[in-house]
DNA sequence: GCGACAG
DNA sequence: ATCTTGTCGC
């Protein structure tokens, strides 16, 4: 039938009129976004701050990530976690498992996971636990995105809060290619760089991307979010890795994933 | 027209 | 994103 195909097309990538609804979304959202620095907190440099400027140094921060189980697709683990950027420890941690019917599609992840992580987020607040976070690292990119606003930038504005895009594969926009951005990286080495900016070929600046840890090749790609600077993102990304993932991304990433498992194991056993 | 596409 | 074991190396 003539019509099978096209309606086999409107159940993989959505609704073409809700599609519209969330990049109208995305245009608001977008010009709510604030690309400097806009904190009173300052960046630790090490071992270069007086004692009594430590308070008010960068402390505490977000990680944020969601998990899933193949045998239920839509079934989902938020997490939330904080980390003390003075120890690397978790200080805090929040988890709600949510059945989620939006699908993932490209470039609009935010509608699929930015509402149970800003229940966490506010559910922090609203119990007026301590370590509320200071800024957020997000697994996904912040403006580099196709319209510029990622789940990051959607995090950052919806909960007024700084935020840092992390992504672990390259967002395909403005011409980027992993293979392009590799070859810069490679080139730089040499310099003593690890981490390029992010140049598409209009001459925007997207982000940055950063070979984390020593001797790895597969870099992070770093964005803007939310009232923070990339210059700034990147050197707080940097004073999270002990891995190639920063701390608080990789163990939302971790703890996440050991949530949503050891639940499905007692639930098995029910 | 075809393929590519964060998590 | 999800599944999965051992295994190579510091």
Known sequence: MEGSSSSFCRQVTTDSSLQQDWICAQDL???????????????????SCSEKKRTDNLRYIGGVD????????SLACGALVVIDAYTSEVVHEEYKVVQLDIPYVPGFLAFRE?????GLLDKMKYKDYP??????????????HPRGVGLACHLGVMADIPSIGVGKNLHLVDGLTQSGVRQLLEARKNVDKDTIPLIGKTGQVWGAAMCSTTGSSKPIYISIGHRISLNSSCKIVKMCCKFRVPEPIRQADIRSRSFLQKMQRSQLQV
């Open 29 to 47: 959202l977008k010009r709510k976004l604030v690309l400097q620095d806009d904190f009173t907190w300052t960046i630790s440099s090490e071992d």
């Open 114 to 118: 930015a509402p149970v992580l800003l």
């Open 131 to 144: 370590y509320y976070p200071q800024l957020l690292m997000v697994d996904g990119n912040g403006i580099l």
């Open 66 to 73: 969601v998990s899933y189980l193949k045998e239920y697709p």
